[in-house]
């Protein structure tokens, strides 16, 4: 542990000032999960598939998949899905196989919901994230999978979330709304090409996976839908998430790793996870977000290269007593913003609870966040920054932090919180800045 810190308070810091001119950072998700070129390849309509928008097609689906599962090719499957709008209910992908929309192909969901299944609860939630008990199947859903890729030429996969907004707004929901897709306990995954739209609840929602690559998406949903996350990497590794455009009603990325004392039983972190050159807006949520749900722990995540208009929140690292776990070995670098509320926010009271079971005294570890190179036009307030009382905040490190426009007297608020700071405007609070000014503060940590 005295190591450890020693090297989080060393050797961060230091990254954070040569991070942004470092060679050797590899700069792309290509290569980290193989694309397979698979020969034996179906069709949805050699299924019975109707591309009339009208005609349910779950059947077709079920039939493909189930071919693909048990007369497995060597190589696997490549299901095409033709242009047209194929209504569905939800289905489960298997193993080694492509799922391939074709331009203007839309794989789109019912909106009856009795052709949405109930399945248990993650074992890292305890119960569905939004009732108790279990929740509804994701629409494109994947338990203990491997070699999958969802891709093609930029058709769309469609939730038609409508109905399910609505209950929520009505708060006629029985139990948690499904994702669009969630793949459980599944390695080799490549999600590109492919655009997502009006999820029901989150988007995209990798868990207890690892190895999953997901690029060149785009993630729509108005900007009131409720809770429609983009994509949310859960108690996952060995994740790359680049050059993706995402506006969602909510959170836009967020990482995440189970919810108070189930997450924390379950003790599944999400780890090694790159998201670089991802642009978009959440005009009254959060670009990318690091929780709230941590309990699993989470560390060793870059964020690179993020643009971000019209966004509430842009870097939001959110936590609460009774969440436990550790936010550690976090580096973003490079971030583009117009038009936000408030740039940069650090909270450890945010975040619900699953029952009265957690454990208030189970306190989060956040240790090592280093934000470099940020620069800001319209940003109204440039930050808050307020750990825990009895857990603060440690190594944090701010370095060229450029915003303009704030309204005056807009200043940043900290509390519980300890770190360095080197060239931010405006100036930061005297918790940061008392390294503001000379050298690096890699040097001012060292003396
Ligand atoms: C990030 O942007 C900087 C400046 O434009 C560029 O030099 C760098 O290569 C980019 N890095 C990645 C990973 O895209
Ligand atoms: C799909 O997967 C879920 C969860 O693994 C399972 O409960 C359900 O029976 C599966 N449905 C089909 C049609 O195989
Ligand atoms: C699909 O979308 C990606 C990401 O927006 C883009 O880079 C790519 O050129 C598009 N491909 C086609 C075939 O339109
Ligand atoms: C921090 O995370 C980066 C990126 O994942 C990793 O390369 C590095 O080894 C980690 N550093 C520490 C001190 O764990
Ligand atoms: C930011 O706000 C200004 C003033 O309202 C507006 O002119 C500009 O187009 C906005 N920028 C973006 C990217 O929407």
């Not at 190895?211 to 729509?220: A, E, F, G, Q, W």
């Not at 009265?356 to 280093?370: C, F, I, M, N, T």
Request: net charge neutral; aromatic share 10%; with cysteine.
């Amino acid at each position: 542990m005295v190591h450890f810190l020693a090297f989080v308070w060393f050797v961060l810091p230091l990254l954070c000032i040569l991070g942004s001119t470092s060679a050797g950072y590899v700069t792309t998700c290509s290569g980290i999960v193989r694309m397979r070129y698979r020969r034996d390849v179906i069709s949805l309509t050699d299924f019975g598939g109707i591309g009339d928008g009208r005609t349910l097609n779950t059947l077709a689906f079920r039939k493909a998949i189930y071919r693909i599962e048990h007369l497995s090719r060597s190589g696997g499957t490549l299901l095409y899905i033709p242009p047209g709008v194929w209504l569905t209910g939800s289905f489960n992908l298997t193993s080694h196989m492509t799922l391939y929309l074709a331009k203007d192909a839309v794989i789109r969901a019912s909106q009856d919901t009795q052709n949405w299944p109930l399945i248990e609860p993650l074992p890292s939630y305890g119960r569905g994230r939004e009732r108790p008990g279990g929740r509804y199947m994701s629409f494109i859903h994947g338990d203990g999978l491997r070699d999958v890729i969802i891709t093609g030429e930029n058709g769309t996969i469609d939730g038609q979330g409508e109905v399910w907004w609505n209950m929520w707004r009505d708060r006629s929901l029985q139990f948690t709304r499904p994702n669009l897709i969630e793949l459980i306990n599944s390695n080799d995954i490549i999600i590109s090409n492919v655009v997502f739209r009006n999820s029901p609840f989150w988007n995209i929602h990798p868990v207890y996976c690892s190895n999953v690559v997901i690029r060149y998406v785009t993630v729509l949903a108005p900007p009131d839908s409720p809770n429609t996350d983009g994509i949310d990497p859960d108690s996952s590794s060995n994740m790359c998430i680049e050059d993706s455009y995402i506006s969602t009603g909510d959170d836009l990325v967020a990482i995440k790793s189970g919810w108070d004392e189930y997450g924390i039983a379950y003790a599944r972190p999400s780890s090694f996870i790159t998201i670089r050159r991802i642009s978009g807006s959440s005009l009254a949520f959060t670009g990318i977000a690091f929780g709230s749900e941590t309990s699993g722990g989470i560390s060793d995540i870059v964020v690179e290269n993020i643009t971000l208009v019209n966004t509430a929140t842009a870097i939001f690292l959110k936590t609460n007593a009774g969440r436990g776990g550790y936010i550690r070995n976090i580096t973003v670098r490079g971030v583009h913003l117009e038009n936000v509320t408030k740039a940069i926010k650090f909270a450890g009271d945010v975040g619900d609870h699953p029952d009265d079971k957690y454990d208030p005294r189970a306190l989060p570890v956040v240790e090592g966040v280093s934000i470099s190179d940020v620069w800001g036009v319209g940003v109204m307030q440039p930050g808050s920054m307020k750990g825990i009382n009895g857990a603060p905040f440690k190594g944090i490190c701010l370095s060229n932090v450029n915003l303009y426009g704030w309204v005056p007297g807009a200043q940043w608020k900290c509390t519980d919180i300890s770190g360095v700071a080197l060239g931010v405007r405006p100036w930061p609070c005297a918790e940061l800045a008392a390294t503001h000014g000379t050298g690096a503060c890699s040097l001012r940590v060292l003396s």
